[in-house]
């Protein structure tokens, strides 16, 4: 089950969301292409250039803070970060502007691998990927807009069904994932950094909250019915330009 849009269009072209897209994109082929298939040299790559907690807490290796948010661990890594970010990034965007947006994102980003630091200071295992700050995008998007539409994929075994659900719902469901996951995962073991994702979800809220009181703090929602500010984008099925045959 994972999101594959949202019924909530925004007011302005994203070019901060498209430009960190970008940026993702390409620095993951530069290194790919570069390293290749040799694991030793990847793994060093990732050790130089990823946020090794025990590195930061006694060398003091606080550049890797920023730098790993625009690492990426393979292929589907890098794309299931970037369908988050091209889904929900538009509308903080937005409503922060451009460059209150970029600040915004790097502060989610660097607040969530904070987050993974205490949670195991003394791991030398190298986190990597966008995944923070993508969290604190949607805890941003699930602050402004509770109830705008997501379309979700449902799969299960070999049913497909795509689904509206309030992202209150989704977003919230994930949140409750991560932090279950945190609590379950032995820390420093590597696998997926679950607190770096719920403390960049919980600080990309607290970082939406100026905006949220600039825009009218609870009379927004009653405004809105936490539901996007203009009208939402509806999907529908294209007309097939193929030819109904009749049965005799």
Do not use: C
Not at 1 to 19: E, Q, W
Not at 84 to 90: E, P, R, S, T
Not at 145 to 165: E, Q, S
Request: overall charge neutral; cysteine-free; glycine content about 12%.
């Amino acid at each position: 089950m994972f999101p594959i849009r949202d019924h909530n269009p925004s007011g302005r072209t994203p070019y901060v969301t498209y430009a960190l897209i970008a940026a993702n994109v390409a620095i993951f082929l530069a290194y790919w292409l570069a390293i290749g298939t040799d694991e030793r040299a990847l793994m060093q790559f990732f050790y130089d250039w990823g946020m090794t907690p025990v590195l930061v807490t006694q060398s003091g290796s606080y550049d890797t803070l920023a730098t790993s948010m625009f690492l990426h661990g393979g292929w589907m890594h890098l794309a299931g970060n970037m369908l988050f970010l091209y889904i929900f990034g538009d509308n903080l965007e937005d409503e922060m502007g451009h460059v209150g947006y970029l600040v915004f994102y790097l502060a989610a980003g660097v607040a969530a691998a904070l987050a993974e630091v205490v949670a195991a200071p003394l791991s030398e295992v190298p986190t990597v990927g966008a995944s923070g700050a993508i969290a604190g995008v949607m805890g941003g998007y699930l602050l402004l807009f509770p109830r705008a539409r997501v379309d979700v994929l449902i799969i299960i075994v070999i049913i497909f069904r795509i689904l509206p659900i309030p992202a209150w719902l989704v977003l919230g469901l994930w949140l409750i994932m991560q932090i279950s996951g945190g609590f379950s995962a032995v820390p420093g073991d590597g696998g997926v950094a679950y607190w770096a994702h719920a403390g960049g979800f919980i600080a990309g809220v607290v970082l939406t909250l100026p905006v949220f009181l600039r825009l009218g703090g609870p009379r927004f929602w009653t405004r809105t019915k936490g539901q996007p500010p203009h009208p939402e984008a509806r999907y529908e099925l294209a007309r097939s330009r193929i030819p109904k045959v009749r049965r005799k």
